[in-house]
């Protein structure tokens, strides 16, 4: 990790989410001879979107693969080398390319250790820069990771912090499962205390970002930053708002969800994916199909993607994926919505 | 555009300067040659101006410039014709002036406005006209490829004479994407044309690294085809080869892998460092820009003079002016209308 | 169509579900020159599953085309057909294989038009047979049809009749977006009336195939033949079941679901694809987020796919997936639970 | 199973009848050859109780047989060290005896039974025995070969002297999955042997109209490797060129695309009809069987005696028997037990 990326900041060290991910990967490559980093212009151009950074230098060519641009191929390297004694680590340039990836992500990773009557294991992890907000279009901004929580045999995490998209990956490479890990484009230059050490965070477990009574606010990712700053000036009116942040989608920690729900009576997903089968689809109908059904005060409230492909034009853009006005908006109608 | 070897005034040039003129200058008439000329400083232009507005915030997004590539965009579509069709890429302001869009539109859809050719919804990744024959650029790498399969059976279909002309780059040749297509044109003798733009590099992978084979063409084995590899540096060398495969496509003798060897000037995108290649390489291939090129030659031939030189990239260099006020003056779209076009009917 | 597949049962011309789409296609191949078919093996074999059947004979070469196995390849080469003034059907040989062909289906084919700001229709039907029941294990048994119900752009139906098969593909085929119509490989030797000419079903629209007081079991394809089955036995236990089969998962007949619901109160999900982020999470959450929520007198239950690939052996298998014992339990339990 | 060039048998075999014996064959010694002649018998006899069960409704789901295709699979394989890996088909019962798995608890999969190599939850399509190096069939055409360039890679990351060999079709020759294994296991040599077997059909596509060139090894030369075309029902012709591409692939000289030219005599799974062959095209391959066509030359060069070949038949047969009673006899599993191998750990 070059000095200059490490910046200090009440003390604590800073690093970005980008930075994060590198110190983890390096951490992991220092540890383990098994792990290594491969895909499409992650090594001398330090990866699309600066992640790998310096990682060519420190581990050599043999462990941080430039590719060609195959990936089908590429995922299904990665089967093959987890299932031989390796952990590899695939970074898909942008999530939008594993449409490219699927049949070897699902028909194989995600099923041989079933196929196979629990006697391997595919311990491999893919990470997927998503999510829209750059001006990239339709094709390099979409958040598919709703597709990978309805596929068994899968792990799917979507870290919001620097802290936590080093310590879920770390995890991940750790898993004997693959783990597909849905990074998002707007977050890698956001900062956060972050660690030292190579430390973990648990799998499925969520975390409460915020404690309140009044509304329960469940996101992933950047919608967990802003609903925290909708949060903020709900706070000013009056209302108290609970911020789970899921981390995995896959598996999702229902209980934690559950728990919040039943204190506060009002549920409000968000999610950047399309709404239409979006991860708050499950989680609605989680919540509507368990006890917890009768603790709610009000109808649960999705917001999602807009039904449509993410626009170039930056307001278009804008419009179709929820933004922090968006939030305010929807728990301001929630709050004023009572069971019929 | 006409196609030369029906033209008297080619012959008469031909028959003007024998001994000077090698046969892929001298198979273009001086109309053709202008047009191309200006075609080229029109791709040149557009992209500088698209460019700087990024660099001055007026654009967001990303952009892939194709600047030093201008001579196989407008070589390679220099023989086809209104209605034939071209699939482009991500990297395709020049294949899409040089098929006859309107730079003024394509700026404006550069800048998200509605009067765009995708009314700001597309960018410039995803230009398309259809009035020109333009099915699209495109931001996945090979994505256009099985595509054109489709467009070659619809042509092959509705009995056409059309030709479809897709491009992709030298690492869209690792596809999967790029065998499938390949492999259906071929079975079936479907009327397209496979035009790699091989500037050597995918985004940072030199295709040294990233194929076993000197020339990407040399797949055309593969599917039973033809191959040809020429400087794509060079619009006259361009064109006859563009011809060749245009012809045996439209006459029912099925595709051609016609490789353009090139470079681009730029980096991949805004992010690019140039890491993967050195200061001199960039600089000799700058001794070898396209338009430079075709201006000397031109010159030296004396098959146009060069004052006419100025005048033609001054047009050009107006036209683009006009198209950048065009687009900056346009009206933004309306996010009432987010969701009007997702579905046709 | 061949004689002996005709035939004839309380005076109304009875054809298999094979049969039906088969007699769609040749309708529209006939009607419009636009229409070809293609796929893998739909020429000389007649089809994996004989849907195609005598296609080839009657129509040649030209418009029912043998393909090699490149399934990327042919959804994009539906595209450009579609573009460019056909009307391409396509037969994925088993729908598992389109884990191959997203890029094409969901990147291309979905976005093309909004990409263009409206300018040009992708005009194609996707026909993929899925499901389980065949003994053909992990890899030739998925229910992904959920996965593009998350796509904008795109339409999923899912028949669940003879009638419906070919009223919904004509109807597909004339729609001027990209349609993927699930067929279900039990359903194709089931019979059922068909009407001879060339007839429409609406795109969209869920029909009630039962009316009831009690409960809703809304499925589609198999899952309303076992449930109707179910609600038989319901009925013998005094308990009326409204059975709504759904028909289309994109666009979704929410008018129907919700009339039905509240009337009855009570509503169960039953769908073969994997239960998490499976087509009923989408239904239960419009449920819990709309006014219907008040009318429930129960929470939503939802019936999926076990969190499993489809295991080879039959027992396994059949426990893999809602069976109609499982909707009759479901049911009954459903019946005895209230809203706390 | 021994490499034949270190071995004395082989080299006496050869000085005894050195006029008659083409080299493929002697090259090979005599337990070698009963070693394989029993595999070969072991597979066709497996096979065919597999189809039995399967008309008389013993097990259900469907099967992909390869009889007639037995020496591409026992061939290919014979100079494979056991800790060698191979990545097989939907057609791979073969492959699997061939590399050593034990034909009992493959029928017990087959039957669905928690002895089966999967336990019951794979079936035909995905028997796997990694005590064998035998990392799976696969239910997707073309589906083990992006793995192969994974286990190449994993190879050569821990410096390990293994190959790895993955079989596949012809019309998987036509995936873009091909394509880009190919590419990426030459670019960077790894130790993968591509064996095709070419049985000239898909389910129903005959390989002529499925791609315009002759043989699939043709292809070989777009990724700047090896390609060898091989009689695949010619075992001792097979074993040859196979130990050509595997000892390539150990001393790191890269991968080979070898294809083996056979013929499956049955349909290509239960609901096949025939209707894209003809019968004299099926007797005419029935006559170049490849078990008949070894014991033959064996019993001409005088390599094995007549009767000994009974017994090698008698001998696998009786070894199938005993599995098809292991199978019968086996419990099915728990379906209580359906999600818990999921996942790992
Ligand atoms: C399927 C896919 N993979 C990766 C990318 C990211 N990407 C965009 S352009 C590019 C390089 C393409 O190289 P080449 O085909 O040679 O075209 P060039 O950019 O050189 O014109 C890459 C990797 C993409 N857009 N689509
Ligand atoms: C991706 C994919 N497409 C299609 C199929 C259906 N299918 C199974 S085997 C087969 C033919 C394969 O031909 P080939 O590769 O030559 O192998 P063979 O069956 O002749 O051994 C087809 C089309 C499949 N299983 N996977
Ligand atoms: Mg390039
Ligand atoms: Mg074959």
């Given at each position: 990790m070059p000095a200059e990326v490490i910046t200090q900041e009440a003390g604590v060290r800073q690093l970005s989410y980008a930075e994060a991910i590198r110190e983890g990967l390096g951490q992991a490559m220092e540890a383990d001879p098994r792990v290594f980093l491969f895909g499409e212009d992650v090594g001398v151009y330090g990866g699309a979107f600066g992640v790998s950074g310096d990682l060519l230098r420190r581990f050599g060519p043999e462990r941080v693969i430039d590719t060609p641009i195959s990936e089908l191929g590429l995922a299904g390297a990665a089967v093959g080398a987890a299932l031989t004694g390796m952990r590899p680590v695939l970074e898909i340039?942008?999530?939008?390319?594993?449409t490219l990836a699927m049949e070897q992500i699902v028909n194989q990773a995600a099923k041989i250790r079933f196929m196979f009557g629990g006697k391997a294991s595919v311990p491999m992890v893919v990470r997927l820069p998503g999510g829209s907000g750059?001006?990239?279009?339709a094709q390099h901004s979409q958040s598919l990771e709703a597709w990978f929580a309805h596929v068994p045999g899968l792990k799917v995490l979507q870290p919001s912090t620097p802290h936590d998209a080093k310590g879920l990956l770390l995890a991940a490479i750790d898993d004997p499962n693959p783990v597909l890990i849905f990074e998002h484009k707007l977050l890698y230059k956001t900062k956060g205390p972050v660690p030292a050490e190579a430390y973990r965070e648990p799998i499925g477990k969520a975390v409460v970002r915020r404690s309140g009574r009044d509304i329960t606010i469940v996101g992933a990712s950047i919608m967990t930053l802003r609903a925290a700053a909708a949060a903020e000036k709900l706070a000013g009116e009056g209302i108290g708002t609970e911020i789970i942040d899921l981390r995995s989608l896959r598996p999702i920690d229902f209980a934690t969800i559950a728990q919040s729900v039943r204190k506060t009576g009002r549920l409000l997903i968000v999610y950047e994916g399309v709404k239409t089968m979006g991860i708050g689809a499950e989680i609605a109908a989680m919540i509507a199909e368990s006890d917890v059904f009768g603790a709610l005060v009000a109808p649960i409230a999705r917001l999602g993607g807009a039904d449509s492909p993410i626009p170039y034009n930056p307001s278009l853009e804008k419009a179709s994926v929820p933004q922090e006005d968006d939030i305010l908006a929807a728990a301001r109608r929630l709050m004023h919505k009572r069971k019929r | 555009m006409q196609i030369p070897a029906a033209d008297s005034a080619t012959a008469a040039a031909v028959r003007e300067k024998p001994a000077l003129q090698r046969g892929e200058l001298s198979a273009l008439d001086d109309a053709t040659l202008r047009a191309a000329l200006r075609r080229m400083h029109l791709i040149r232009k557009f992209e500088e101006v698209a460019e700087q507005s990024y660099m001055r915030g007026l654009v967001h997004g990303t952009m892939h410039l194709s600047i030093g590539q201008e001579a196989s965009a407008v070589g390679s579509t220099l023989?086809?014709?209104?209605?034939d069709y071209i699939l482009s890429t991500h990297r395709g302001h020049g294949h899409c002036i040089a098929k006859g869009a309107d730079p003024a539109r394509m700026l404006a859809e550069f800048f998200g406005k509605e009067t765009g050719y995708c009314r700001g919804r597309g960018g410039s990744m995803h230009i398309a006209d259809l009035t020109t024959g333009n099915l699209g650029a495109n931001g996945?790498?090979?994505?256009?490829l099985p595509i054109a399969v489709g467009v070659g059976m619809s042509i092959k279909a509705q009995k056409q004479s059309r030709v479809c002309m897709v491009f992709f780059g030298d690492g869209a040749a690792n596809e999967g994407a790029f065998h499938e297509s390949l492999n259906m044109a071929a079975i079936w003798k479907l009327p397209v044309v496979f035009l790699c733009?091989?500037?050597?590099?995918g985004m940072s992978m030199d295709i040294a690294n990233a194929m076993a084979v000197a020339n990407v063409a040399d797949r055309a084995s593969a599917y039973g085809t033809r191959g040809i590899t020429v400087d794509g540096n060079d619009l006259p060398a361009v064109a006859a080869a563009a011809k060749i495969a245009i012809d045996q496509a439209r006459q029912g003798d099925g595709p051609t892998l016609l490789e353009c060897k090139t470079y681009r000037?730029?980096?991949?995108?805004?992010?690019?460092?140039?890491?993967?290649?050195?200061k001199d390489e960039i600089e000799a291939w700058r001794q070898r820009d396209p338009i430079r090129r075709l201006q000397d030659e031109l010159v030296a031939q004396q098959r146009i003079e060069a004052r006419e030189l100025a005048a033609i990239e001054q047009g050009a260099q107006h036209e683009i002016e006009e198209a950048l006020e065009f687009a900056k003056s346009s009206a933004d779209p309306d996010p009432a209308q987010l969701t009007r076009d997702v579905y046709a009917g």
């Open positions: 340039q942008f999530s939008d390319f594993v750059t001006g990239a279009a | 023989h086809l014709r209104p209605d996945i790498v090979a994505g256009g733009e091989n500037n050597k590099y000037l730029r980096g991949h995108s805004k992010s690019d460092r140039n890491l993967y290649r050195t």
